[in-house]
């Protein structure tokens, strides 16, 4: 494990116990649910997915990849898919196992860098679920390969991301409202922040992120061998989002 993974599990694990948004474990409810055959899951902050973008869930065998936080895979447990969900935050990856145990679902659980899935076999799962977390890793192209491999011909891959136009602005100022262009694509809070301020993230267990172009986030998936079948926008609770959307979702297939 090398260090900005090593440091990013550390900082995620802390956001469990400050209550990230994306570390906050569904209800009962929403498992009962589920279970019933209504069900939603998000790779961003408001949308949900549609659910054309889905085949009939029953024995899927799906991966959630970096998609610990007890949300996405126990929805998709109670539907009736086989999960396994692989996460960087060993308190993420307990979210998941506390619904589970709660509600009487069976997800496996495996911790791991989304840009190394040597664990799993070639050709492994049917539909990987991917929400946004690219933004915690610093090349995203083996991120997509790697869902490649694992992926069964005419399989699904569903991924959110982060638009890397909100990475131009200076951060400080973008709180106060105010969007100066600070930085360029792609961006990366070690490089481009001054080393006083990379020290202070450190220090806080914040978790580093990085900005990557859209050529890696689309192009990257269509040439480790993906088609883009879907695709939409969102937004997250930044100032840009008065101005556009900050969000996407890309639905890919495996050929």
Same mark, same amino acid.
């Given at each position: 494990?090398?260090?900005?993974?090593? %440091? $990013?599990?550390?900082?995620?694990?802390?956001?469990?116990?400050?209550? $990230?948004?994306? +570390?906050?474990?569904?209800?009962? %409810?929403?498992?009962?649910?589920?279970?019933?055959?209504?069900?939603?899951?998000?790779?961003?902050?408001?949308? &949900?997915? @549609? /659910?054309?973008?889905?085949?009939?869930?029953?024995?899927?065998?799906?991966?959630?990849?970096?998609?610990?936080?007890?949300?996405?895979?126990?929805?998709?447990?109670?539907?009736?898919?086989?999960?396994?969900?692989?996460? &960087?935050?060993?308190?993420?990856?307990?979210?998941?196992?506390?619904?589970?145990?709660?509600?009487?679902?069976?997800?496996?659980?495996?911790?791991?860098?989304?840009?190394?899935?040597?664990?799993? *076999?070639?050709?492994?799962?049917?539909?990987?679920? %991917?929400?946004?977390?690219?933004?915690? !890793?610093? $090349?995203?192209?083996?991120?997509?390969?790697?869902? %490649?491999?694992?992926?069964?011909? =005419?399989?699904?891959?569903?991924?959110?991301?982060?638009?890397?136009?909100?990475?131009?602005?200076?951060?400080?100022? *973008?709180?106060?409202?105010?969007?100066?262009?600070?930085?360029?694509?792609?961006?990366?809070?070690?490089?481009?922040? @001054?080393?006083? /301020?990379?020290?202070?993230?450190?220090? &806080?267990?914040?978790?580093?992120?990085?900005?990557?172009?859209?050529?890696?986030?689309?192009?990257?998936?269509?040439?480790?061998?993906?088609? !883009?079948?879907?695709?939409?926008?969102?937004?997250?609770?930044?100032?840009?989002?008065?101005?556009? =959307? +900050?969000?996407?979702?890309?639905?890919?297939?495996?050929?």
């Amino acid at each position: 494990m090398n260090a900005l993974v090593d %440091h $990013n599990s550390k900082a995620w694990d802390q956001k469990v116990e400050t209550g $990230n948004e994306w +570390t906050v474990a569904v209800e009962r %409810h929403v498992i009962e649910q589920a279970k019933r055959g209504n069900w939603d899951i998000r790779l961003t902050p408001i949308k &949900n997915v @549609p /659910k054309e973008w889905f085949p009939p869930v029953k024995g899927l065998k799906v991966l959630c990849l970096a998609s610990g936080g007890g949300q996405q895979a126990p929805v998709l447990a109670a539907a009736g898919a086989d999960v396994t969900v692989l996460d &960087n935050s060993e308190q993420q990856l307990e979210q998941d196992r506390m619904v589970a145990d709660r509600d009487g679902l069976t997800i496996r659980t495996v911790k791991g860098s989304m840009d190394d899935l040597s664990q799993f *076999e070639n050709e492994s799962f049917d539909f990987i679920v %991917h929400p946004v977390a690219n933004v915690f !890793v610093e $090349n995203i192209l083996p991120v997509w390969k790697e869902a %490649h491999r694992v992926l069964k011909r =005419n399989g699904t891959l569903i991924s959110g991301f982060v638009n890397p136009v909100v990475f131009l602005f200076d951060i400080e100022l *973008e709180e106060q409202g105010v969007l100066k262009v600070k930085h360029s694509i792609p961006y990366a809070d070690s490089e481009d922040l @001054p080393k006083h /301020k990379v020290k202070k993230l450190i220090e &806080n267990n914040e978790a580093l992120e990085f900005g990557h172009s859209l050529e890696d986030q689309i192009k990257g998936q269509l040439d480790a061998g993906f088609i !883009v079948t879907g695709f939409y926008e969102d937004k997250g609770g930044f100032v840009l989002d008065q101005y556009i =959307n +900050t969000y996407s979702a890309t639905r890919s297939i495996k050929v």
